[in-house]
């Protein structure tokens, strides 16, 4: 374990395994520097791969305050650590953060994401911030449990899968991890693509949706795609919101490769 400070002095844990040149992968929600560990070892043959805490979470430090750019900043110490540079890979929010790091001149070789949560059309329809509202009263008000509950429902969980999840092991993690929540959300930006924002990104991008997953993701992939000059997109079939390790593996090593 090793940890950086960001530019505003919260220390930001990381790992760093494997040789070859620097991968960061950069988690969503409820992920922490331990849940890349079925990915990691398939792309250590080729890369020096970084895991990190994200800000308030696992090892890592937080502030009062929580803002986009402290998050990209945080993101920018792990990609100086890691020598100045790095191939970029988020999932999810950890997607959203990874795109908009390249946006504020955070050097990626090439960046690559799934399924950044823009659940809205980028017309004008599906976007909202009701869901940060709720989630963030739940966390001023101390209830973990309920910001972590509504922010399940809010993502499409069934209320029968959240009462297994309460009764399982990983639901003290999941608690814990709730505040945090509110910085995934912010991610989110009301669902919609920050096209002007995305379309100062000069590194080469990747955007991935699962063939099973709903209609938003492949949208939002292709939206992506439009924003960032020269981008591509790349629906994957029989993947789903989480994809196969070494499917997700084999898709990254081709793309940052090639």
Known sequence: MEAVRSKDGTPIVFERSGEGPALVIVGGPFDTRLSSRDL???????????????????????????SIEREVEDLAAIVTAAGGSAYLY???SGGAL?????????????????????TADNIGDGGSSELLEQVGGQV???????????FLEGSGTTAE??????VGPEWARIRALAPTLVYD???RNHGFVPVERFSSIHAPTIAFAGGTSPEWAARAARVIAGAIPDAIHETVDAENHDPDARTLA???????RG
């Not at 990691?40 to 020096?48: F, V, W």
């Not at 084999?250 to 940052?256: A, S, V």
């Open 250 to 256: 084999t898709l990254l090593t081709e793309y940052f």
């Open 185 to 187: 959300l912010t991610l």
């Open 90 to 92: 988020g999932h999810d």
């Open 161 to 166: 899968s959240i009462e297994l999840m309460k």
């Open 98 to 118: 990874a795109l908009e790091a390249a946006s504020r001149g955070v050097h990626a070789n090439k960046v690559a994401v799934w399924e950044p949560p823009y």
């Open 40 to 66: 990691t070892p398939l792309l250590a043959n080729n890369y020096t791969v970084y895991e990190y805490d994200r800000r308030g979470r696992g090892d890592s430090g937080n502030s009062p305050i929580y």
């Open 140 to 150: 001023a008000a101390g209830d973990n449990d309920r910001a972590a509950e509504v």
